[in-house]
């Protein structure tokens, strides 16, 4: 007697069976058959409809993962992905343009303040605002949600000097190029931007409803004003769907 088990493998000539699913979701996605946000049925459900493993089923939901299409969420199950929020990098020098840009857009940009006081800071904070060992500093740390989902964790150190003028319930609301600009009367004249990729740490993977260890990208940047003095100094941890766009000109 014969037994039939479940596999991965196809029969020759035939696309493999993660293949298979992929294909049929990308489609799905394409057209619209499943919206952004909406969870896509489960691993073992996808295993039964494709008569495989559930084994071949995370196999062909890893590269959608990694393609943008879908994301997994801790404890819920698999989603389609919002579409990607992309800035050009020429605007990553223009205050205010991330949430002009999504304002632009229809989208709704809100903000939940985790902390805002005084901390004790290490010698690189001191050293990029340019402060001395006893002058001291506020930590603001707010979550930047899209359509009330989050989309980044900024981690921003202020003079508390500057930082005793600000009102706190503006910080749930504006921009902090607004709050510097419009309420404090204070011109930031240039910001300077370092990109990178880091793992995200267990306090701020939380934040961002992530697991702990996935790829961010941060990017650290600073105010400075007409002097060249930093007004501000900080780090922003994005989700992956958060882009960079930018086009080189080949000048001959």
Do not use: C
Not at 7 to 26: H, W
Not at 59 to 65: G, I, N, S
Not at 66 to 84: D, N, Q, Y
């Amino acid at each position: 007697m014969t037994s039939h088990s479940k596999s991965s493998k196809a029969r020759p000539g035939s696309t493999p069976v993660y293949l298979a699913i992929q294909n049929a979701l990308r489609d799905a996605i394409a057209k619209q058959r499943v919206a952004p946000g909406e969870r896509l049925p489960s691993e073992l459900e996808l295993a039964k409809r494709y008569n495989t493993t559930r084994a071949t089923v995370v196999h062909a939901l890893q590269e959608l993962v990694f393609e943008g299409l879908v994301e997994k969420r801790r404890g819920l199950g698999t989603f389609v992905a919002t579409p990607a929020i992309s800035t050009g990098i020429d605007d990553t020098h223009r205050p205010g343009y991330f949430e002009a840009d999504l304002f632009a857009r229809g989208q709704d940009v809100t903000y939940r303040v985790v902390h805002f006081g005084p901390v004790a800071v290490s010698v690189h904070v001191r050293g990029e605002l340019k402060l001395g060992p006893n002058e001291p500093v506020h930590r603001i740390q707010r979550v930047r949600l899209v359509e009330k989902r989050p989309l980044a964790v900024e981690v921003r150190y202020v003079p508390s000097t500057i930082a005793r003028m600000m009102d706190t319930d503006a910080l749930a609301q504006l921009t902090l190029q607004d709050i510097f600009q419009k309420q404090l009367g204070m011109k930031i004249e240039r910001i300077v931007n370092t990109v990178r990729v880091a793992l995200v740490p267990q306090d701020l993977a939380k934040l961002l409803d992530l697991t702990r260890g996935r790829p961010v990208l941060v990017r650290a940047h600073a105010f400075l004003d007409q002097q060249g003095q930093a007004m501000l100094w900080g780090e922003t941890a994005y989700r992956e769907e958060y882009q960079i766009k930018y086009a080189l000109t080949h000048n001959t």
